[in-house]
């Protein structure tokens, strides 16, 4: 892909702070880190996104973030990480070449999740259900 700007990294024809690479993978810092050590896996084959990415590569990028989210605790010297993928723009997707942040968590970092809203009632949450359900 020729206007991408991880296919780029990966070439060689753009700068990143690796921290580690093989085969099929490459992570590296992101370049605006929500905290020190936010580090992005990536695999070298350009696919957009969850659903369009082989399940073999996927394979190797879930070996490379285990690999990696151990190492950016150990490094980092944190406690806990969030391991995040955004699927689409309206999901803050910014690079459509796949990749995972592996995010060090600090207990003081004032990060919140997002804070839930519970189903309405027992038939609404079925519905739902059902909709997802017909359409796997
Ligand atoms: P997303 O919103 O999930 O597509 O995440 C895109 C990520 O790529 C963000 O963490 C950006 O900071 C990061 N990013 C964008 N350009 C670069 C770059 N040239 N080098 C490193 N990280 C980058
Ligand atoms: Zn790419």
Redesign the pocket.
Known sequence: MDDC??C??IKKE????IVHEDEHTIS???????NDG?T?VVPKEHHVDLITTPVSVLTQLMETCQKVAKGVMKGMEVEGYNL???NGAV??????HI?F?IIPRLSDDGFKHWKGIPYRDAAHSKEVAEKIQRSI
């Open positions: 700007i991880f780029k990294i753009l700068p990143a702070d590296f810092l992101s370049i605006n880190p929500d936010h992005l995040i993928q955004n999901a803050g997707q910014v690079i459509f990749h942040h």
